[in-house]
């Protein structure tokens, strides 16, 4: 659930709109070079942000070992009778992405 909790906050985010310089620096956009940017939040408000790309979307899957048998997602209580339990987050594509 925290999984989850975490992608869907991240789907709201809005990041600052940036670019390279020649030089290799990272600048905001819409910014002067003497300007700084505003802490109230009016850059978000200005249209200065841009939504955070998620490419891909993880699943995070709980299976446990209990005496002979497979367990899939597995609640706190089962989980605590466990001899094992492993779990695995995959994206989109079914790449692991840690466990």
Known sequence: ASLLAAVAAL?????????LTQEGNVERNGL??????????????AGQ????????????????????????DPDHEEEA????TISMVLDNNQDLLGV
């Open 32 to 45: 002067d070079n003497d300007e700084a940017a505003p802490a109230d939040g009016a850059a978000a408000a």
């Open 81 to 84: 009778l466990m001899a094992a």
């Open 49 to 72: 942000s841009v939504p955070l790309q998620l490419h891909d979307k993880p699943l995070c899957l709980t299976c446990g070992l209990y005496k002979e048998h497979l367990v899939v």
């Open 11 to 19: 789907q709201d985010t809005r990041v600052p709109e940036v670019h």
